[in-house]
């Protein structure tokens, strides 16, 4: 996938590294006018995709987002819970 976006342009590329592959659609791809509506794009889908970049027309990402950070504090969170008591007639 190619991620420099057409001259004077911003790409939005979302991707999942499992379900994206397999979804109708594809991972998300779009070319905005501006930046801030490329931003927003991003912003909005942030939630659907681990990773979202912006990148420029030279194929410079300026903007990240993605719910991949949540992601990781949870398991980080998770990994730090004591195991719990899993065979409930040892009480």
Same mark, same amino acid.
């Given at each position: 996938m190619q991620v420099q976006a057409p001259k004077g342009q911003y790409r939005v590329i979302g991707q999942d590294p499992i379900?994206? +592959?397999?979804?109708?659609?594809? &991972? +998300? !791809?779009?070319? !905005? $006018?501006?930046?801030? *509506?490329?931003?927003?794009l991003a912003e909005r889908n942030g939630e659907l995709y681990l990773w979202i970049y912006v990148y420029d027309d030279n194929g410079k990402c300026l903007y990240e987002?993605? !719910?991949?950070?949540? @992601?990781?504090?949870?398991? $980080?969170? +998770? $990994? @730090? *819970? &004591? %195991?719990?008591? +899993?065979? %409930?007639g040892s009480n």
């Open positions: 379900d994206t +592959l397999t979804w109708p659609s594809g &991972p +998300l !791809c779009k070319d !905005c $006018e501006t930046f801030d *509506e490329a931003r927003d987002a993605g !719910c991949y950070r949540q @992601q990781l504090k949870m398991i $980080e969170e +998770l $990994e @730090q *819970e &004591p %195991p719990g008591n +899993l065979d %409930p």
